[in-house]
């Protein structure tokens, strides 16, 4: 009988750090960047200055949907010492330290959006690729609980972020009321993070050197040339090689994550506003309180990745969406504080099904041979949402004039990914031979 393969949980941590480094950027972005621009003179003087804030929010989406499809191709066919995802986190994010420091800094807006702007492209051009760096490393039977990790491991990116504030506020002995002061240690605080996260990635995690000999190397762009030659009149979704059943599912998949992505987006670039405009909570209270929904995240996300092997990826995703959309709808209705703290931590714990599972699945339907690839396209769908919701928000909070219509926007979303799931009928784990996954590991 051969051997039960075991997730490597101690490299999967360390290979989460990468993710880790995005998620604390990314928190510490969507808290406190809403609040810079709220507060620019230039944008506050708009009568639609909350539309006007959302679409600068989708600003890092646009590029996502742009770019990470691009890198995450680039990214299948680069061959360095250092492998073919390393390179792009060793480039991107020192370069995006750079502009994420600047941020807090500038007060005029035609300084501050250039480092908005440089930021967020810098940020998707590596996005894709540390993603693609579990799936690379990981036998595809493994991957929800490989996912699992990741996720812990960015779920620890998001609490560092969220408690950023009150960190450095003890560290340094900061006034917490001086806003200004603050928000620029807590950029310079994620900045130092982020570094020690691309170390450990670097150092530690090693991906192997898939430089290719001269003779190799030529084989390979023969065979590039003769691959292109053939596909050149078909279309990039005809080039997938799927079954029409497998397209039906892709697509539904990819509609379910851009619904799913609408609302969790939305919710995590206008909690902060939310809080301090309708629940009189300060800057620093904000963060600290979706911290709960990060810790729920945490304790969940091993539990998810098993409960997706166990009854199947699909079934589990349908949970979760199906207990959050509950809990966001009564406490929309009722607005009871203590509602909310469950909604948080309860929906901490029911996102966690849905995302430790969602990329597994679409993995598993384009195959080994297209992890990066279909990690572009997984990514095309959360960020084409993420466009749509901060924008479609910021439009009706100047229309509704309340932030409360944030959460009745995001039970609809749910309602819609969660029928959209419904109909995927691929992506659960397969039987592979055990020498066809010998063979894939060898590769990797």
């Known amino acids: 009988m051969a051997e039960k393969l075991k997730l490597k949980y101690g490299r999967t941590a360390l290979i989460g750090f990468g993710f880790m480094s995005s998620m604390i950027a990314w928190t510490i972005y969507n808290a406190y960047v809403p609040l810079i621009l709220k507060e620019n003179g230039a944008i506050s003087s708009l009568a639609i200055s909350g539309t006007v804030i959302g679409v600068i929010m989708v600003i890092d989406n646009i590029f996502g949907v742009v770019f990470q499809p691009l890198f995450g191709r680039i990214s299948d066919t680069t061959h360095t010492r250092f492998g073919k995802r390393t390179p792009f986190l060793m ?136 691959r292109e030659a053939r596909k050149a009149e078909k279309k990039k979704f005809k080039e997938m090689h799927l079954s029409k059943a497998e397209k039906r599912s892709l697509i539904f998949m990819l509609i379910a994550l851009f619904f799913n992505s609408n609302a969790t987006d939305s919710i995590s670039t206008y909690f902060t506003t939310f ?29 998810a990745g098993k409960l997706g092997k166990k009854l199947g990826r699909k079934k ?56 990066g690839t279909f990690t572009g396209y997984y990514y095309t769908a959360t960020f084409s949402a993420s466009i749509v919701g901060p924008v479609v928000c910021g439009a009706m909070f100047d229309i509704t004039k309340t932030y409360w219509s944030l959460f009745a926007y995001c039970p609809v979303c749910f309602a819609l990914a969660l029928l959209c799931i419904s109909q995927v009928k691929h992506g659960e784990v397969i039987s592979i031979p055990d020498e066809v996954i010998k063979e894939v590991m060898a590769d990797d």
């Not at 928000?183 to 530690?204: D, H, Q, T």
């Not at 979706?290 to 729920?296: E, V």
């Not at 199906?322 to 009722?334: C, P, R």
């Open 91 to 226: 480039v991107g994010v020192p370069a995006a330290i750079i502009f994420f420091i600047m941020i807090p800094q500038m007060r005029q807006i035609y300084f501050l959006m250039p480092c908005v702007i440089a930021f967020t492209f810098i940020m998707s051009t590596w996005r894709a690729p540390v993603v693609a760096l579990m799936p690379d490393l990981t036998p595809t039977q493994l991957r929800s609980e490989g996912n699992a990790v990741i996720n812990l491991m960015g779920a620890v990116g998001t609490v560092l972020g969220t408690v950023a504030g009150k960190i450095v506020s003890v560290l340094f002995r900061l006034d917490q009321n001086d806003n200004e002061t603050v928000r620029k240690y807590v950029f310079v605080f994620g900045a130092v993070i982020m570094l020690i996260c691309l170390a450990v990635v670097v150092f530690a995690v090693r991906e192997p050197d898939n430089r290719l000999t001269s003779a190799s190397a030529q084989l390979l762009k023969d065979e590039r040339e003769r």
């Open 275 to 303: 809080a301090t405009a309708e629940l009189n909570m300060t800057e620093s209270q904000a963060p600290l309180f979706i911290t709960l929904f990060a810790f729920s995240t945490v304790i969940a996300a091993f539990p």
């Open 316 to 371: 589990t995703i349908m949970i979760g969406l199906t207990g959050i959309l509950i809990l966001f709808m009564l406490y929309f209705v009722t607005r009871a504080n203590a509602l909310l703290y469950v909604a948080i931590i309860c929906g901490g714990a029911l996102i966690a099904f849905v995302t430790i599972n969602t990329l597994p699945l679409v993995l598993e339907i384009g195959g080994v041979e297209k992890v």
